[in-house]
Every structure is written in C-alpha cells, then in structure tokens.
C-alpha cells in the first residue's frame, strides 16, 4: 500500500523473494511511471523495476478491487505533518481500503512512522470494524518500522536490520518470517508499541544530535573558533562520542516530521512535554534563517552591500549529497529565505528537475557563492578561484580570506 521510497523497494525485494506482489499507488502519475518501467525512486533502478513487470509477478495498480486474496499486506503510505500537526489520514484510509479485503489467516504489516499506539489503537480498529474479523485470533496485525535511507549504498533494505512486532506472539512470528525471507537479519520486539518508539526514537536521537552542533556552531562563531576543527578535534576521542556535523538544518522525510509525532502526541494525550526534543526542534528550524543572516552579515560587513538585490547561487538543494531528493529540505527553505528578503537567487542542483542543471552565470558575477548540498559535480576549486564569497555550509571547501565556513 504506497510505492513511495519505503514501498517500492519493498515490493521490488518480495518479487525478488518469488512473491507475487500488488503495488498499490493512487497517484496516477505516480502509476503510469510505474507500468512504463520507470523508476522514480533512486534506490530502485529502472531495469529493476522492468524487471519485475516482466517476471509477471509485479502489478502496480490504482483499483483496490485487486487487492483481494492477500495473504500479506504491508502499509507504507506516507504520514506527514499537516498544519503543524501529524496527519493519519493515509495510514486511516489504506487500512480502511485493505479492511474489505481482509480474509481469515491474513497478515496486516504497519510500516509507516508514527506516534507509539498507532498499530494498536488506530489500525486495528479499522480493520476489525470494516472485517468483522479479530486480530490476533482471525487475522494477525503487526509494525515493522521502514529503515530506509536514500542514497545510502552501503545499507539498503537488504541488509539493515528489520524490527519486527505483532499484536501476539504468533502474529509477531508471521511478521517475522514475511521479513526474514526478504532481508538478512530480523530482531524481534516485545511490543508493537516498543518497535514504533524505536522507530521514532532513531530519528529523534539524530534530530537532537544535529541541533547540539548547529547551536555549537552559532556559539563557535560568536567566539571566533573554528567550529569545523572543533569537531575534528573531540572526534580523535575513541570512546563516548559521536561525531555529528552542523549544516542548514534537517532534511529528509523522517527527521522533520518523526519528532513532531512523539512531541504532540505525549503533550496531547498525556499533557507531558518532551522538552528536549522540543527546543532541538526549534534550532533546527530557526537554522536556515540562520544561514540566510550569516550572507547577509557577510555581505554587509565585508562590502557593505545589502542583501536586497544581491545576487546570489545557491549551490544544492537535494537532502543528500548524489540525491534527487528535495522533500523537506532546509536547502529550499534557505532559498526561500533569501527571496523573500529581496536577493536574486539562482538555485542549482544536477538532481533536481526543479533546479538549473549548470551554473546560469560564472561563479565571479554573484555577490555570494551559498553551498547548500555538496555534490560530487560541483567543481569546489573553480569555485573557491572565481567566486567573490562563499558560504559553506558543508565544511569540505578549502580555507580562504573569501571563503567562509558555517
């Protein structure tokens, strides 16, 4: 149920595994590309989605009417933030969809991340109700939280580790043995309950992480230190410390959104604040605006230029380096900022469709050079030579008078 950056590969991995898999994508334009053999998602190259269309044991479809005869049904839609606040609404209506197809000895998988409960009090409801089946007895209902991080080519769906949880024991062994013929390591959970906090959590210890160095660099900066040096210098330390990097906030699917499920769930339904994630929230959201006043202090206090009517190339605006994603990513907020205080921005990315491919005018014509996103592409020692001053928010450009580091 969703063939978005969870679903497809998971669905490519089962057909893989000699499944027999229905992709179901209510996006139409989402479906034709799918039925053509084009792929839109990185980690699932084309020829091997052409491939399963033509092992005959991959249909993607939008007509839930050939959801019928599933033995195992896994949700991936996604669950994102509406107004601020989560929004169940996909996960609300894919169990309401697969509820009437449901038969007895069925397996009904949540993977989409989301506040601890989730599976227990939202999902099972739905598909008893719509069923007229008991989970745990007639069917059985488990989570395994999605692990997927794009682009990463050391740790695919194959082999990271897969969580796995169940409404009951042998609900939780079904889940079980689904995952263990498709992936190479399973751990098992307690709870549905423990497996969606740990999901939650991982994203939420990361969030937390990247909001400690990007306040360390704000404060480096007041203290003329080298924030970037710092860190290099506490990382020769072989115990009791994890090196994360300052930057222009969080981007991704997950790290924007998961810790606003955990706090706004545990401060609505229990009236406790999870103050740390909170304020980590904050600073990272605070941070591209941040990065927008570093250009404009740099322009003024070194030219004596305003930002207004600067010209200025922002350098990326993928979530990762090599990537096509821009979903959440504080690199388009950066832009964002920097028009609405009346700069002239060019954003380049050689990922994104929505970005110029090349650079529109030589690296020397812009006031400010703002590296975003640090693509293999990108030529740093032209641009360290041409450019008048640059912005880097990545720390891999060479020192320089010109050259500023986050």
């Not at 839930?64 to 509406?82: E, M, N, R, W, Y």
Request: aromatic share 6%; glycine share 6%; net charge negative.
């Amino acid at each position: 149920m969703g063939q978005g950056y969870v679903g497809l590969p998971l669905a490519m991995a089962a057909v893989e595994a000699g499944h027999h898999v229905t992709g179901f994508e209510p996006d139409q334009e989402r479906l034709e590309q799918l039925c053509a053999g084009t792929s839109y998602i990185e980690d699932v190259p084309g020829r091997t989605l052409s491939a399963a269309l033509k092992s005959g044991r991959y249909r993607p479809t939008h007509d839930d009417t050939l959801l019928t005869d599933f033995d195992i049904a896994v949700i991936t839609v996604p669950a994102p933030l509406k107004e601020r606040q989560p929004d169940l609404g996909a996960v609300r209506e894919a169990a309401e969809t697969l509820a009437r197809h449901v038969r007895k000895g069925d397996t009904v998988i949540l993977e989409s991340t989301t506040h601890p409960g989730t599976t227990r009090k939202i999902v099972l409801p739905i598909l008893e109700a719509l069923s007229r089946l008991r989970a745990g007895t007639s069917f059985h209902l488990g989570f395994s939280p999605e692990r997927i991080d794009p682009g990463n080519e050391q740790w695919s769906f194959a082999n990271t580790p897969k969580i796995v949880s169940g409404l009951t024991e042998e609900c939780r062994n079904r889940v079980a043995e689904f995952y263990a013929g498709i992936t190479q390591h399973v751990v098992l959970a307690n709870s549905l309950e423990e497996a969606e906090l740990a999901k939650v959590f991982e994203n939420v210890f990361r969030h937390v992480n990247v909001a400690l160095v990007n306040e360390l660099c704000r404060v480096a900066h007041t203290l003329d230190v080298d924030v970037w040096q710092t860190l290099a210098l506490a990382d020769s330390r072989p115990f009791g410390f994890t090196r994360f990097s300052p930057g222009h906030g969080v981007d991704g699917h997950c790290l924007p959104v998961d810790p606003v499920f955990l706090t706004r769930h545990v401060r609505t339904q229990y009236g406790e604040p999870f103050r740390l994630v909170e304020l980590a929230q904050d600073i990272n959201e605070t941070q591209p605006s941040y990065v927008v006043g570093r250009v404009q202090d740099a322009l003024d206090t070194r030219y004596g230029k305003a930002l207004e009517d600067a010209r200025v190339l922002a350098l990326g605006l993928a979530c990762k380096p090599g990537a096509a994603d821009a979903c959440r990513s504080p690199a388009v907020e950066v832009v964002a900022e920097l028009r609405r205080k009346g700069a002239i921005v060019d954003a380049l990315d050689p990922h994104v469709a929505a970005a110029t491919q090349h650079p529109p005018q030589p690296y020397g014509t812009y006031d400010a050079v703002v590296l975003l996103t640090e693509h293999d592409e990108f030529d740093l020692a032209a641009i360290a030579s041409e450019a008048v001053y640059v912005l880097d928010t990545r720390g891999v450009m060479p020192a320089a008078p010109h050259i500023e580091r986050l």
